[in-house]
C-alpha cells in the first residue's frame, strides 16, 4: 500500500466510527418512544423502546425470526434488553425468548409462577438461572419505569391470586399498561374473556387508547363490558397469516367494531409500530 492510500484508507476508518459513535449517541439522546408489535406469526412479542432502553413482553414462537425482528429496531451495538416480560409460558409467547436470553444480556426478567412444564419452559428457566438473571414475580402493582416519563405497570395477576397452579396457563396471563403523557397501551396477553369482570373491579381505570387485543383475537378474547372500560381507539392483533386455529374470530372482530376501534392486525400490515414523539402528544402508526 503506498503512502497515499494509507492515509485514505486511514480516514475512511476514522469517518465510519465517528459517524457509529455519532449514531450511538443520538440513539442515547433520543427520548422518543416507540411500541412496536412484531410479527412474529403466530404469537406475541411486543418491543418498547426509548433511548438505550427496551422493554420486551414476550418472544413469539420462533427465536430466529425473533432475532430477525429484535435486529430491526435494536441497534447492533446495544446488546442489553433491560427487561423481559413473560406473560405466560406457552410456547407461542416463551420460544423467542430462549434466544434472547442466550444472545442478549438481559437486565431483568419479569414472570409469574406458573410452569407449563414444556422442554422450552424448563430451558427458559435453565438459562434464567444458569446465566443469574435477577428475576422478579410479576404482581399487581409491580411497576417498571422506563424514564422519567415513561412507565409501565403490572395490572394482573394479583398477588393473592396463586396462579402456579393453573392448568389453563392463559388464565394466569400477565396483564401490562404502558403509560406515556396521555398515552396509554394496553397489553392483555392471553388473559381470557371469563375473567375480564375481576380485572374490570380490581381497576379504577383501564382506559387506554391502544389495546394489544388478548389471545390472538380469539372468541375468548375482550368482552364488551371490558371494551367499555377500556375504550381502545386502536386494537392491535398479534396473529400468524393462515393460523389453524381460525384467530381472530368474527365474534371478537365484531366487539371491536361495534367499539369502534381500528382494528391492525400483523398477520396483514407485518409489524406494528407507533412512534411517540413525546409525552405531549398522541402516539401515531407509521
Ligand atoms: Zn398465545
Redesign the pocket.
Given at each position: 500500500m503506498n503512502h497515499r492510500k494509507k492515509i485514505y484508507s486511514g480516514l475512511v476508518f476514522l469517518v465510519a466510527v465517528a459517524s457509529i459513535l455519532g449514531g450511538m449517541i443520538a440513539h442515547a439522546k433520543d427520548d422518543s418512544l416507540k411500541v412496536v408489535f412484531l410479527d412474529v406469526g403466530q404469537?406475541?412479542a411486543i418491543l418498547i423502546e426509548q433511548g438505550e432502553k427496551q422493554i420486551l413482553i414476550d418472544g413469539g414462537p420462533s427465536g430466529k425470526r425473533l432475532m430477525e425482528e429484535l435486529g430491526k429496531y435494536v441497534p447492533f451495538w446495544d446488546r442489553k434488553i433491560d427487561v423481559v416480560i413473560a406473560t405466560h409460558p406457552?410456547s407461542?409467547?416463551i420460544s423467542g425468548l430462549v434466544d434472547v436470553l442466550k444472545n442478549y444480556e438481559v437486565g431483568e426478567m419479569i414472570k409469574t409462577d406458573a410452569k407449563s412444564g414444556t422442554d422450552v419452559d424448563k430451558s427458559l428457566l435453565g438459562l434464567v438461572s444458569d446465566k443469574k438473571i435477577e428475576s422478579q414475580l410479576a404482581e399487581k402493582g409491580l411497576a417498571v419505569k422506563l424514564s422519567d416519563e415513561a412507565r409501565l405497570d403490572i395490572i394482573a395477576p394479583r398477588a393473592d391470586e396463586n396462579v402456579s397452579g393453573e392448568k389453563d396457563t392463559n388464565s394466569g396471563s400477565v396483564v401490562a399498561m404502558l403509560i406515556y403523557g396521555k398515552n396509554k397501551f394496553l397489553f392483555m396477553g392471553?388473559f381470557p374473556i371469563e375473567k375480564d369482570p375481576e380485572l374490570i373491579a380490581d381497576n379504577q381505570d383501564l382506559g387506554a387508547q391502544f389495546l394489544k387485543v388478548s389471545?390472538?383475537g380469539s372468541k375468548n378474547a375482550t368482552s364488551e363490558e371490558f371494551l367499555k372500560a377500556v375504550k381502545p381507539e386502536t386494537a392491535i392483533i398479534s396473529v400468524g397469516k393462515g393460523n389453524r386455529y381460525g384467530h381472530p374470530a368474527q365474534e371478537a372482530l365484531e366487539r371491536l367494531k361495534n367499539a369502534g376501534s381500528e382494528i391492525l392486525r400483523t398477520d396483514e400490515r407485518g409489524d406494528v409500530v407507533f412512534e411517540c414523539q413525546d409525552s405531549k402528544r398522541e402516539c401515531a402508526v407509521n
Amino acid at each position: 500500500m503506498n503512502h497515499r492510500k494509507k492515509i485514505y484508507s486511514g480516514l475512511v476508518f476514522l469517518v465510519a466510527v465517528a459517524s457509529i459513535l455519532g449514531g450511538m449517541i443520538a440513539h442515547a439522546k433520543d427520548d422518543s418512544l416507540k411500541v412496536v408489535f412484531l410479527d412474529v406469526g403466530q404469537g406475541d412479542a411486543i418491543l418498547i423502546e426509548q433511548g438505550e432502553k427496551q422493554i420486551l413482553i414476550d418472544g413469539g414462537p420462533s427465536g430466529k425470526r425473533l432475532m430477525e425482528e429484535l435486529g430491526k429496531y435494536v441497534p447492533f451495538w446495544d446488546r442489553k434488553i433491560d427487561v423481559v416480560i413473560a406473560t405466560h409460558p406457552d410456547s407461542d409467547h416463551i420460544s423467542g425468548l430462549v434466544d434472547v436470553l442466550k444472545n442478549y444480556e438481559v437486565g431483568e426478567m419479569i414472570k409469574t409462577d406458573a410452569k407449563s412444564g414444556t422442554d422450552v419452559d424448563k430451558s427458559l428457566l435453565g438459562l434464567v438461572s444458569d446465566k443469574k438473571i435477577e428475576s422478579q414475580l410479576a404482581e399487581k402493582g409491580l411497576a417498571v419505569k422506563l424514564s422519567d416519563e415513561a412507565r409501565l405497570d403490572i395490572i394482573a395477576p394479583r398477588a393473592d391470586e396463586n396462579v402456579s397452579g393453573e392448568k389453563d396457563t392463559n388464565s394466569g396471563s400477565v396483564v401490562a399498561m404502558l403509560i406515556y403523557g396521555k398515552n396509554k397501551f394496553l397489553f392483555m396477553g392471553d388473559f381470557p374473556i371469563e375473567k375480564d369482570p375481576e380485572l374490570i373491579a380490581d381497576n379504577q381505570d383501564l382506559g387506554a387508547q391502544f389495546l394489544k387485543v388478548s389471545h390472538h383475537g380469539s372468541k375468548n378474547a375482550t368482552s364488551e363490558e371490558f371494551l367499555k372500560a377500556v375504550k381502545p381507539e386502536t386494537a392491535i392483533i398479534s396473529v400468524g397469516k393462515g393460523n389453524r386455529y381460525g384467530h381472530p374470530a368474527q365474534e371478537a372482530l365484531e366487539r371491536l367494531k361495534n367499539a369502534g376501534s381500528e382494528i391492525l392486525r400483523t398477520d396483514e400490515r407485518g409489524d406494528v409500530v407507533f412512534e411517540c414523539q413525546d409525552s405531549k402528544r398522541e402516539c401515531a402508526v407509521n
